[in-house]
T-cell receptor, first 112, second 117 residues
Framework: SAVISQKPSRDICQRGTSLTIQCQVD?????MFWYRQQPGQSLTLIAT?????????ESGFVIDKFPISRPNLTFSTLTVSNMSPEDSSIYLC?????????FGEGSRLTVL | AQSVTQLGSHVSVSEGALVLLRCNYS??????LFWYVQYPNQGLQLLLK??????LVKGINGFEAEFKKSETSFHLTKPSAHMSDAAEYFC???????????????FGTGTLLAVQP
């Protein structure tokens, strides 16, 4: 299994600011995935992060808005830049381990 | 391209009644199918998954699902609902579990299950 810790678990932010979410895994993994869950909606993949290379973004998501770092095989960060109320969501980190996907508990962001 | 459709955004059952949450998928390659549960203010928890082999899959908390290729379905069932089953349930599909970049899950829009006493 994989244990994933995310920080912060929740935060309230002001419009125009940026927030960085951290994801720590208890074991080394090749790929880490960042998802967004907007209120009342399903999960949408933002990007895939591979250690040592730039993240791969899904359609509708860009690096300037959601820069991602992946400095090693157990850690990643997602920054939500220049936030607006539309960015209010739960952001989840996910990894694959032994053929199963594991999720962190999510970071719930509210943008005022 | 893959997609998942969950029929019914809200389902309400009585305690002790059968739970049936519907999921249909679209995939051009053999799919791997998942059901996740999300309790209020918590992260996603895997209920069960289908990869290969037996098409009837048993998961945690008494849930099971059957992969029906001819119907492109993976409906989730539980014979007798419990109050603690109240949560949101997500069906998801992928076609690669090898740890590569194609491991991304495609999620359905979720079904909120309410259990009435």
């Amino acid at each position: 299994s994989a244990v994933i810790s995310q920080k912060p678990s929740r935060d309230i932010c002001q419009r125009g600011t940026s927030l960085t979410i951290q994801c720590q895994v208890d074991s080394q993994v090749t790929m880490m995935f960042w998802y967004r869950q907007q209120p009342g909606q399903s999960l949408t993949l933002i990007a895939t992060a591979n250690q040592g290379s730039e993240a791969t973004y899904e359609s509708g998501f860009v690096i300037d808005k959601f820069p991602i770092s992946r400095p090693n095989l157990t850690f990643s960060t997602l920054t939500v830049s220049n936030m607006s109320p539309e960015d209010s969501s739960i952001y989840l980190c996910s990894v694959v381990k032994s053929g199963e996907l594991f999720f962190g508990e999510g970071s719930r962001l509210t943008v005022l | 391209a893959q997609s998942v459709t969950q029929l019914g955004s809200h389902v309400s059952v009585s305690e002790g009644a059968l739970v049936l949450l519907r999921c249909n998928y679209s995939s051009s390659v053999p799919p791997y199918l998942f059901w996740y549960v999300q309790y209020p203010n918590q992260g996603l928890q895997l209920l069960l998954k289908y990869t290969t082999g037996a098409t009837l899959v048993k998961g945690i908390n008494g849930f099971e699902a059957e992969f029906k290729k001819s119907e492109t379905s993976f409906h989730l069932t539980k014979p007798s609902a419990h109050m603690s089953d109240a949560a949101e349930y997500f069906c998801a599909v992928t076609h690669d579990l090898g740890g590569g970049a194609t491991n991304k899950l495609i999620f359905g829009t979720g079904t909120l299950l309410a259990v009435q006493p």
